[in-house]
């Protein structure tokens, strides 16, 4: 599975376009790969076509948010992937205690070996 939150802006103040790439197995998650960068929206584009190629996900969580609403439609339109937009529920300081709760209540872990 991955996870997409594209950034709003390429600006130096502004935040970063992240991708997550996990493997999940019997209820236990492999955090396998994290890319961050500043894109413009065709360059967002490719480089997830790109990485959905490379890592072949069974599912594709775009944060459907600002551009990511046509970020999910480019890439749908574009890939055979299994595209989801997501819509987050609360800001970040609401989101970062929920996800931190679950995350203590699944085993989690980081490949060191990519």
Known sequence: MQSWDPAQS???NADWSVCTTWLIRQNLYYLID???FRAE???LVRKVIEE???RSPNLVLIEAVGHGKALCDDVARRTACRI???K???DTDIIAPAASHSLKNHLFF???LI
Request: no cysteine.
């Open 88 to 90: 987050p529920s609360g």
């Open 110 to 112: 980081y490949s060191l």
């Open 41 to 43: 929206h065709p360059e």
């Open 10 to 12: 390429i600006t130096e």
């Open 34 to 36: 994290v890319l961050r």
């Open 84 to 86: 989801m937009p997501v």
């Open 52 to 54: 959905t190629r490379r």
